[in-house]
């Protein structure tokens, strides 16, 4: 009788657990799990789509003009697992659309390429700017001109932290 290896039939059928589709182990750090399991369970959050236009006003909200659901993990998050938000402080990057307590949606597998505004941590201390370079010189810009740029040398210590690819504010 033969030992080990797949054996047809063994094992959980396919897409048989909670989410009715294949699975794949993982291994997640125990500290981690609470936060892994809350955005699992929170992940499918859906709010009503309507088809009509707002030009000034409000949608009729009677179901026929329902356009569908808008899951807003869809249109902010585009890799769940590389992002993360953070609540803007300050009013450096207004010229960007980023107020003081807006969230900002950071995307840490994004390039953080020129141009691009991004989350970096500069000699310990955490800022939100918008990333330049002129020649040889790599620039922290603000978008509001009662600050200054933060030129970055060999003498910083510098980490990105991820690339902003939504805010969301209060209107």
Do not use: C
Request: without cysteine; glycine residues 10%.
């Amino acid at each position: 009788m033969p030992r080990g290896g797949v054996r047809a039939g063994a094992g959980r059928p396919k897409g048989q657990g909670k989410f009715g589709e294949k699975t794949k182990p993982m291994r997640i750090p125990i500290s981690k799990i609470d936060s892994v399991m809350n955005f699992i369970n929170n992940s499918n959050i859906s709010l009503p789509l309507y088809s009509s236009k707002v030009p000034a006003g409000f949608p009729s909200p009677a179901d026929d003009h329902m356009e569908g659901k808008l899951d807003l993990n869809t249109h902010l998050v585009k890799h769940p697992t590389a992002t993360f938000f953070v609540k803007a402080s300050g009013d450096s990057m207004l010229g960007a659309g980023i107020h003081d307590g807006d969230i900002l949606v950071v995307d840490r597998s994004l390039e953080p390429r020129k141009g691009k505004v991004v989350i970096a941590a500069v000699d310990g201390q955490l800022t939100v700017k918008r990333l330049q370079k002129k020649g040889s010189k790599t620039f922290l810009v603000p978008e509001n001109k009662k600050f200054r740029s933060i030129e970055l040398n060999e003498n910083n210590d510098v980490k990105i932290w991820g690339v902003v690819t939504n805010v969301i504010h209060k209107v």
